[in-house]
T-cell receptor, first 116, second 113 residues
Framework: AQSVTQPDIHITVSEGASLELRCNYS??????LFWYVQSPGQGLQLLLK??????LVQGIKGFEAEFKRSQSSFNLRKPSVHWSDAAEYFC??????????????FGQGTELSVKP | DGGITQSPKYLFRKEGQNVTLSCEQN?????MYWYRQDPGQGLRLIYY???????QKGDIAEGYSVSREKKESFPLTVTSAQKNPTAFYLC????????????FGPGTRLTVL
């Protein structure tokens, strides 16, 4: 069965420091991978997605993620964190095929706090 | 502007009452989804629909019901059979041609008093 693991429930970084949020997936075929961000009490916003091609994906707000098939990972990175990046981040995997349609499986989320 | 709207933003319900959460999209998306979000548990799929007049159960459908009479609308009813309905509910939509991301609404927070 498909699954997504985000090992870090909560991460705190200083403003201006670099950030890496981890995501590991379990999936038998080529996965379609997503990172979403959620501010408190709000819906989810797509940061970036990987379907195929270049394994380093650029997203909005200065985020990027790298797909590593050998490690079943899709970690999210940002070189310099801003206070406004404080939010919850979700990794998701989907296949977009067959009777599963566009169903996504979400990780548990990582809450990011930013210290001034 | 195209997007997904959910109403109301906050909803209070007495135990034993059914309540319906609204979800509307004007993106002309085929598929719509309902998720429940609880602290520390991520998003769990309740129901989804890929076409009008058809829908499928997700992982936690018990105590919930849906309808899809129009492409743009996918209301969720939380019934009295749902034992612990207090949660944040998110609706999403998705274009099904090809592989695409889901777009999310702003959510409805339901509190049972």
């Amino acid at each position: 069965a498909q699954s997504v693991t985000q090992p870090d429930i909560h991460i705190t970084v200083s403003e201006g420091a670099s950030l890496e949020l981890r995501c590991n997936y379990s999936y038998g075929a080529t996965p379609y991978l997503f990172w979403y961000v959620q501010s408190p009490g709000q819906g989810l916003q797509l940061l970036l997605k990987y379907f195929s091609g270049d394994t380093l994906v650029q997203g909005i707000k200065g985020f990027e993620a790298e797909f590593k098939r050998s490690q079943s990972s899709f970690n999210l990175r940002k070189p310099s964190v801003h206070w406004s990046d404080a939010a919850e981040y979700f990794c998701a995997v989907g296949d977009g095929m067959g009777n599963q349609g566009g169903k996504l499986i979400f990780g548990q989320g990582t809450e990011l706090s930013v210290k001034p | 502007d195209g997007g997904i709207t959910q109403s109301p933003k906050y909803l209070f319900r007495k135990e034993g009452q059914n309540v319906t959460l609204s979800c509307e999209q004007n993106l002309n998306h085929d598929a719509m989804y309902w998720y429940r979000q609880d602290p520390g548990q991520g998003l769990r799929l309740i129901y989804y629909s890929q076409i009008v007049n058809d829908f499928q159960k997700g992982d936690i459908a018990e105590g919930y019901s849906v309808s899809r009479e129009k492409k743009e609308s996918f209301p969720l009813t939380v019934t009295s059979a749902q034992k612990n309905p207090t949660a944040f509910y998110l609706c999403a939509s998705q274009r099904l041609a090809g592989v695409n991301e889901q777009f999310f609404g702003p959510g409805t927070r339901l509190t049972v008093l």
